[in-house]
Every structure is written in C-alpha cells, then in structure tokens.
C-alpha cells in the first residue's frame, strides 16, 4: 500500500521545496537591498557634509589619552569623569593603540558599522517575531533610509553604539538568551548611563510572563557595569559623571523651561527627516503624522508581547528626559526617535496591506503616495545637507579647528585656554582647557555654585588665553578691563577668525547671519594682572 504524502510536508515534495527556496530568496533581497541602501545612504551623507560635531571631540581627546598617556583624563594630570560615554571612549582607545589610525576617522568607520548592523539586527528581530513581510519592509525603509537618524548617526558620537547595544539586547531576549541580553544591556550602561530606560523597560516587559528572565537580565546587566562603577569610584572619586553635574549648573538650574516645554521638544524631534530652516514650519506637522503613525503600529504589539518594550521605552524615556530637563541636547532624543520610527514603520506596513487589498487602484495610489513623498524627503533632505556642509566648513573647519592648531602652533604647551566650544579647539590645540560650561573643570562649576557671572571667570581663573564670539560685547569689555571691570586683568585681542565676514548690522535678516555669527571667534590674550 502506497502512501500520499502529506501536503504540510515539504520534505516529501521537491517541488514545493524549491519554491520555498525561491520565496526565502526573494524574502532576504528586498530586506538586504534595503540595509545596502541605508548603508549608502549614510556613506553619502558623511562625505557630502563631512560633519562632525564638536562634543565628539571631547571623548576623541579622552581616547588619545589613554591610547598615548594611559590616563583616563581630558587635561592630563586631572583625572575627571568628563565623557558619558567610556565605553566608545575605550573602543577609540584601542583601536588607535592597535592601529595608530586617525581618531575621526576610526569613529566614522565604527558609527557606520554600527548603524548598519543595528538596522540588520532590526530586521533579525522582527523575523524572530513572524512579523509580516510588509511591515518588516516598512520598518526598515523609514529607520534605515531616515536622514535625520543618519544625520544623527554620522556625527562621530557615540549613538549609533548606543542603538546597536538596544536591538542586540533585544534580539537575545527573542531568541531567549537572556544572559546575552543582560551583557548586551550592561554594555550598553557603559556606553551610555541614560540608557539604563531601556534596560528597565526589556526588564518589565520579560516580567509580564517570565519573571525568571526579567531577573537574569537586570542581575547580569547590573554585573557587567559594576566593574566600571568600582573603577570610577577609585579613580576618579565618583560612579557619577561629571558632566552631568556641569549641565545641571549651567543649563538646567538656570532654566525656567517647564516639564510641558520639555515634552513639545521631544515631539518636535521625532520625525525622519532633518530640516533645514527654510522648512522648520513644516516640523510639527511631519511629527505630528509621525506619532500618528506609531500609534497605529504600537496597536500591533498585542500580538507580539516583546514589542510592547519599544512604546514602553518610550514613554519611560520621554518621562526621564523631560523631568531632567535635558532637551538643550538632542543626541539624547536618538534612541526615542528609533523606537518612534520602528512603530511608524509597523503602522505604514499595516496601512499598505489594507491600501493593497482594496483593489489595484489601492495599490497604485499607494505607490503614488510613496513617490511623492519619497521626492519631497529627497529635496528636503539635501537642503539640510547643505546646511550641514556649511556648519562644518565655515564653523568647525575654518574657525574652530584652525583656532585649535592656531594655540597648538604660538602657545606653549602649559598654556590655559578659556572658552564655550571645547571640542575641536582643545582636540587640536592639545591645551590646557577651561570651559565656561564646566564639563572638564570643576572650578567653573564651583563659580556656577557660588553665583559668579561668566564675565568674572577670567579674572577668577587667570587663563592665559581666552576664545570669545566676535560680537559678544560683554565677555569683550571684561577681557579688555573696560572701566566697568576695573581691577581686572587686562587681555589683548591676538587674532580672529572670521569666515564669512560677520557683521551684525549689515547681515541682518541674511541667510547665513547666524552661521556666520555661530563661525565668528576671537583669541584674546593676557598681558598683565
């Protein structure tokens, strides 16, 4: 007797094998040409605007040191927790000791690496989950193609780490590592402590059903950074980075920002393109569609329990980073963006299936919609790209690195330098700083404590140089020992860069007026007390 095979086993049937092959194949070419694409796209972007941001030169100069000094300091001699991010700080480190590449360069090359393989992992994920094919394509066309997260992601921060520690940790809580994720998760505390939200928020979800899990990854997470704590502890004197205590003095205690203020400029950010300032007004409504659109896919999560970490993730992190008052950055609002954006992804999936299966004329008026707005993001996207160039070729290049090697090449090498934008000038400078903001001296936040204006600061710390804006008319008269600061120290004006000609009378209402002002410095030096 002869029996028929079973049509639900593909073994028994060659045919339906091969098709099987075939439809797995086209499955992984649409989702890889996507991730080649984003890939790309990041590429592009960095070459075309070449942008990187001045805070990235701060953990760049902690890395040289310890690759160079083996000291974990920005001035060396002050040992100080001054970068949130030791984890990037150390990585940069070693590939320069092992490689002895350009410390730019390298992060470039591993922002890049990591964002891709966070949109790979994505995708992973979302596999794992028997997420429709739709919507996985959604998903990783809006994060991985979005100019305003690789715009973020390209800027020689320690971001694109950060996204890529969150989905791994994610992915080895699917695929039931939960050891895996804990050691993802405590990384991800050493690249960045704020990012403990994300670890809570995998923790809760785990908790809803196997509480054992919930508890493994907390533990390991907490046990993977508690050598870094017990280092930080004896090294510098604190867990606690000093950065975060400079940014309450200088930013928040003296804001009068509310908690409502604060929400609207998380709002405001999350959507997947970079504007230029031609197209701010346009902002709300794109974020506005945006936050429609993680509702909806935030309504899939009922289906998928593990998805339900990205809408709580993001509700714990808008919550934290609204009651610390930390908008003036951001950077910060990258990992809430990413998670907005994957949910989006999964509303725009879910839309087109239903578009789709209307009729023909659904399908064709989404392709339409698709190209239409695909157009816009494109004339939208190059007009911040412009932007973006010109920042740093009229501002980092021309001004603030050229005044770096400036100090570097007529100062000597104990000289003391005064200045807000600490990043390129004291990368290249290979100074001595003072920043006005406190982030790498304690004795600024000390005069912040004590109620000491900024225009004192000279008097009170004695640099030998101080770095100013070409029309900040106070922090002028107070170098120059006007008669409204008698007895102060008296500095001269030595030298100022001045790229795009600023005047503020004659530039007002011009395009460029605030580039040209944001690219306008002078160095001022001491000359006598």
Not at 266 to 278: E, T
Not at 351 to 358: F, N, T
Request: net charge neutral; hydrophobic share 50%; proline share 5%.
């Amino acid at each position: 007797m002869q029996i028929e095979p079973s049509p639900n086993d593909s073994l028994d049937f060659p045919g339906h094998a091969a098709r099987s092959r075939v439809l797995f194949g086209r499955s992984l070419i649409q989702p890889l040409a996507v991730v080649i694409a984003s890939c790309l796209v990041g590429v592009a972007l960095a070459l075309y605007t070449g942008f990187l941001d001045d805070d990235a030169f701060i953990t760049f100069r902690y890395a040289r040191s310890i690759a160079e000094q083996c000291e974990f300091a920005y001035n060396l001699g002050e040992p100080l927790y001054g970068t949130t991010s030791p984890l990037f700080a150390l990585l940069l480190a070693g590939l320069t000791a092992i490689h002895h590449s350009d410390i730019p360069a390298s992060a470039r090359i591993v922002d890049l690496l990591a964002a891709t393989a966070a949109l790979l992992l994505l995708w992973l994920v979302l596999r794992r989950m028997q997420v429709p094919t739709s919507q996985q394509l959604a998903v990783l066309v809006i994060v991985g193609l979005s100019p305003r997260l690789w715009y973020m992601n390209t800027q020689g921060m320690e971001t694109p780490l950060v996204l890529l520690l969150m989905v791994s940790s994610w992915y080895a809580a699917t695929s039931e590592r939960y050891v895996l994720a804990g050691l993802l998760g405590g990384l991800l505390l050493w690249t960045r402590i704020d990012s403990a939200v994300w670890v809570v928020a995998l923790s809760m979800v785990l908790l809803c059903w196997r509480p054992r899990a919930s508890a493994q990854v907390l533990l390991v997470a907490a046990a993977t950074y508690l050598p870094w704590v017990a280092f930080a502890t004896l090294y510098f004197g604190t867990p606690i980075p000093h950065t975060v205590i400079a940014k309450w003095f200088a930013y928040v205690a003296p804001s009068k920002e509310t908690l409502l203020s604060q929400f609207a400029a998380i709002g405001r950010f999350l959507a997947p393109l970079d504007l230029s300032a031609n197209w701010e007004r346009v902002a709300p409504l794109l974020a506005t569609v945006t936050i429609t659109l993680a509702s909806v896919g935030g309504l899939l999560v009922r289906k998928r329990p593990l998805l339900l970490v990205l809408p709580l993730f993001i509700v714990l992190d808008a919550l934290t980073l609204a009651v610390a008052r930390a908008g003036f950055f951001n950077r910060y609002f990258v990992p809430i963006l990413w998670s907005t954006l994957v949910l989006a992804g999964l509303g725009i999936g879910a839309a087109w299936d239903r578009l789709a299966a209307v009729s023909s004329m659904g399908r064709s008026l989404a392709a339409f919609l698709v190209a239409v707005l695909g157009f816009i993001a494109v004339v939208m996207t190059l007009a911040a790209a412009r932007e973006a160039r010109d920042g740093q070729t009229y501002r980092n290049d021309a001004s603030l690195k050229a005044i770096g090697l400036w100090l570097n090449a007529h100062t000597p090498a104990d000289t003391t330098v005064l200045l807000e934008p600490l990043g390129y000038i004291g990368y290249y400078s290979g100074r001595r700083m003072i920043d006005t903001v406190g982030l790498v001296a304690p004795q600024v936040v000390d005069l912040k404590r004590s109620g000491v204006s900024s225009t004192q600061y000279p008097q009170q710390l004695h640099p030998d140089y101080a770095v100013v804006h070409c029309d900040d008319a106070t922090e002028r008269n107070s170098l120059a020992g006007e008669p409204d600061h008698a007895g102060s120290e008296r500095y001269v004006l030595v030298k100022a860069f001045d790229p795009l000609g600023f005047n503020a009378q004659l530039m007002e209402g011009h395009r460029r007026w605030g580039l040209a002002r944001d690219a306008c410095y002078e160095i001022w030096e001491r000359i006598s007390k």
